[in-house]
């Protein structure tokens, strides 16, 4: 309720930071007596909150540019040509980016294309 009061106000931002752990059940809405959507008001006020509060990311903007440059339509081609199998095993050997880490580069800066080249028979 403290999210929906910050929302009664027009605080965008409070809404969006003490909503941050809602995981969109929808069970308290579905017991509201005022039939108030809690989570879908936190999911707009997060998503005003991303797109006007917060500074853009530089590396989401390249990284969207990429895609609609079609970048990436060859590789993920190739992982939809894949078999269930092949692609768990693909997936289960990508990095993930620290969420404390502004200076982090992938180790290997080729993937998934090393490893789609390294046996493309058993791509299939
Ligand atoms: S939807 Fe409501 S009950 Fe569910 S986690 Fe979010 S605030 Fe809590």
Not at 5 to 24: K, N, P, Y
Not at 80 to 95: S, V
Request: charged share 30%; hydrophobic share 35%; with cysteine.
């Amino acid at each position: 309720m403290d999210y929906i009061a910050a929302a009664m106000r027009g605080d965008i931002q409070t809404v969006a930071e003490l909503s941050f752990e809602c995981i969109m059940c929808g069970t308290c809405a579905a017991k509201c007596p005022a039939e108030l959507s809690q989570h879908q008001i936190a999911l707009l006020a997060r998503r005003i909150w991303g797109c006007h509060g917060l500074p853009s990311s530089r590396d989401l903007e390249k990284r969207i540019r990429e895609i609609q440059e079609g970048k990436y339509e060859t590789v993920l081609g190739e992982l939809m040509d894949l078999d269930t199998a092949r692609l768990r095993k693909i997936y289960a050997q990508r990095e993930q980016e620290p969420q404390d880490d502004t200076d982090w580069t992938p180790k290997d800066p080729d993937f998934p294309q090393r490893l789609l080249r390294e046996s493309p028979s058993s791509n299939k």
